[in-house]
Nanobody
């Protein structure tokens, strides 16, 4: 069993920045950030492989950057130019041994104008 714990969410003014972190208690290979607004489906924001290959959803390209520190078993999401429309809850997701998928409990992000 691997636990994922997100941190770094909070309240930020539109145009501002936040850096989210997700720490894993065990080995995780591909890691992803998802987000979800109340009443909406959870959507993929960004992905990163163990080797550092990244992918982004079109709606965050140029604004968000995903990175990871394999030694610390931590993945980051640098979010710049945040908009009030950016959904409120961000979740870390990762694939561990035997292809088992894990989720964190989420961290809230609130952008005010």
């Amino acid at each position: 069993q691997v636990h994922l714990v997100e941190s770094g969410g909070g309240l930020v003014q539109a145009g501002g920045s936040l850096r989210l972190s997700c720490s894993a208690s065990g080995s995780i290979y591909a890691m992803n950030w998802y987000r979800q607004a109340p009443g909406n489906k959870r959507e993929l924001v960004a992905s990163i492989t163990t080797g550092g290959t990244t992918r982004y959803a079109d709606f965050v390209k140029g604004r968000f950057t995903i990175s990871r520190d394999n030694a610390k078993k931590t993945v980051y999401l640098q979010m710049n130019s945040l908009e009030p429309e950016d959904p409120t809850n961000y979740y870390c997701n990762g694939t561990g041994e035997w292809g088992v998928e894990y989720w964190g409990k989420g961290t809230p992000v609130t952008v005010y104008s």
